[in-house]
């Protein structure tokens, strides 16, 4: 879908619509937990609707509500950015959990702070001299400035070669032939909260949900291989790490196909665990696992990465603050953001949201964390989008938080502003397409809305969402905001999707 451009007389009145929206009166802001205790809806069908006219238009959007759940709590926002009028609110200003739909703020103030071309830079220090032979009289730092695509699985945006194997192709190329100290890695860009507020407990293992760094390789996941052998079981990274030990009390058991595996990081003994067994005629196993200390993992791949280019190093890996007078070697750029939203915004990645976040909010010589970027988020909507400055709390940047609330009202305001920012085209062509790509390739296929909506998703077991943009069937574009806040999220996300179809296939 190409954006469409506006009339100067479209362009007054979007100025103008932020304001009006304000000014209307909503209903009271239930709470969830209010809104889950009133009596449960008769549930009618969720079939979408081809409206002639607003009031049609607003009584089938009620109607799709009204029949989508037992409980819960919506807060809903249809605008037109061609006209500049509101189509449709119900609980605009309702307080709710956005999920990954928080990831359209991130983007927006990421876009806005740094432009769409902008790279981060990982770089290389040294606390030592380079001595005629190559070799740096101390350590060498790799310090971190949250670049979150720091992995093998996007070397193909550098020709193929995995990002941390460029950078020790750079140092070599830098004249570096040995340390005589050790490989340090530092992240001291951000503040060091690893986990978010508001983070269940139970996410803590997941990937989804690994820990939040400046310096952050391999999205902060190792993998483990268990293997069984004549000799016993094997276990070794699947990554080529240094200096990160594993112990392993893994058996074998005679005759059997299966496996149990436990594997976790032991940050008190400084090591890996695993433990359980495996069949002796199982095929090797390999174990996802969190890590913990994100800095000094680090350390060991880029150490195992200098020693595969032939660089000697002598020391060990740690974690640590470079010291003021370190010296560059050299640096590594990230693609640009625009790339990196496009991986956060279609693939919903937490990990990319959260270094993102922190990013936006960093001055030149302060320190990333999401406090400050919370503060820098409710400014930018304040300041610029013209949002309630009370509309939006962010605990984290992707929406993970139990803690993060938004209202549909200010959703809706940050899309009409991205409509209208010069990085706006790129913003839009972050977000997923309904029927065809990304987490709306498999919702409302085969419908006015395929090919069509553009939208940012958002799903956990107390929420259900979308924001995004979808064009009418008489060309008017529509910013929206659907939230939904409740246990029958599956149910939510029928009338969601029937709500964006009824959009698309409305008419003036």
Do not use: C
Request: aromatic share 8%; no cysteine; glycine share 10%.
């Amino acid at each position: 879908m190409s954006p469409r451009l506006l009339t100067l007389a479209s362009l007054l009145s979007v100025a103008l619509w932020g304001a009006a929206l304000r000014a209307q009166a909503t209903t009271a802001r239930p709470s969830v937990a209010a809104a889950a205790r009133a009596p449960a809806p008769n549930r009618g069908p969720l079939t979408p609707t081809e409206p002639r006219g607003i009031p049609a238009l607003r009584r089938d959007l009620a109607t799709l509500i009204a029949n989508a759940t037992r409980g819960g709590a919506w807060g809903v926002a249809v605008v037109s950015l061609t006209h500049g009028d509101t189509l449709f609110l119900r609980n605009a200003d309702s307080l709710l959990l956005p999920a990954s739909t928080m990831k359209l703020y991130t983007a927006a103030m990421a876009f806005e702070r740094f432009g769409p071309a902008h790279q981060f830079r990982t770089e290389v220090l040294r606390n030592g001299e380079v001595l005629a032979d190559g070799t740096v009289s101390g350590d060498l730092i790799l310090k971190g400035a949250g670049d979150p695509s720091f992995a093998p699985r996007y070397a193909s945006w550098h020709g193929g070669i995995a990002p941390m194997d460029a950078m020790a192709d750079l140092v070599w190329l830098s004249g570096v032939r040995r340390v005589a100290g050790d490989v340090v890695g530092d992240a001291s860009a951000f503040d060091d909260r690893r986990v978010p507020e508001g983070w269940r407990r139970r996410y803590l293992q997941a990937g989804y949900a690994a820990r939040v760094s400046a310096l952050s390789v391999n999205e902060n996941i190792a993998h483990i291989v268990v293997r069984s052998t004549a000799a016993g079981a094997t276990v070794q990274f699947e990554e080529s790490l240094y200096g990160i030990p594993i112990h392993s009390t893994v058996t074998v058991r005679d005759g059997s196909r299966g496996a149990y595996i436990r594997v976790w990081q032991d940050t008190t003994a400084d090591r890996f665990r695993v433990h359980g067994w495996i069949g002796a005629l199982s095929p090797a196993r390999t174990y996802r696992v969190v890590v913990e200390q994100p800095e000094r993992f680090a350390a060991a791949s880029f150490r195992a990465a200098l020693e595969r280019r032939g660089i000697v190093i002598d020391g060990g890996v740690r974690a640590d603050v470079a010291p003021r007078t370190a010296a560059r070697v050299t640096a590594w750029a990230s693609p640009p953001l625009a790339q990196l939203v496009v991986t956060m915004n279609g693939e919903s990645n937490n990990h990319f949201a959260e270094l993102l976040f922190r990013n936006a909010a960093r001055s030149v010589d302060g320190v990333g964390s999401a406090d400050g970027a919370n503060e820098a988020l409710r400014a930018f909507l304040a300041n610029r989008v013209g949002a309630a400055p009370d509309a939006v709390f962010a605990a984290d940047g992707s929406g993970l938080s139990t803690l993060d609330r938004v209202t549909a009202r200010s959703m809706v305001q940050l899309l009409g502003y991205a409509q209208e920012a010069p990085w706006g085209q790129v913003f839009q062509a972050t977000l997923p397409v309904a029927g065809r790509s990304e987490t709306l390739r498999t919702r409302m296929r085969r419908t006015p809305a395929a090919d069509n909506l553009r939208g940012k998703t958002g799903t956990t077991n107390d929420a259900s969402s979308l924001g995004g943009y979808v064009t009418t069937r008489d060309g008017e574009l529509l910013a929206f905001s659907f939230l939904y806040n409740g246990r029958d999220h599956w149910r939510a996300r029928a009338a969601i999707d029937a709500m964006g179809v009824t959009l698309a296939g409305f008419s003036r």
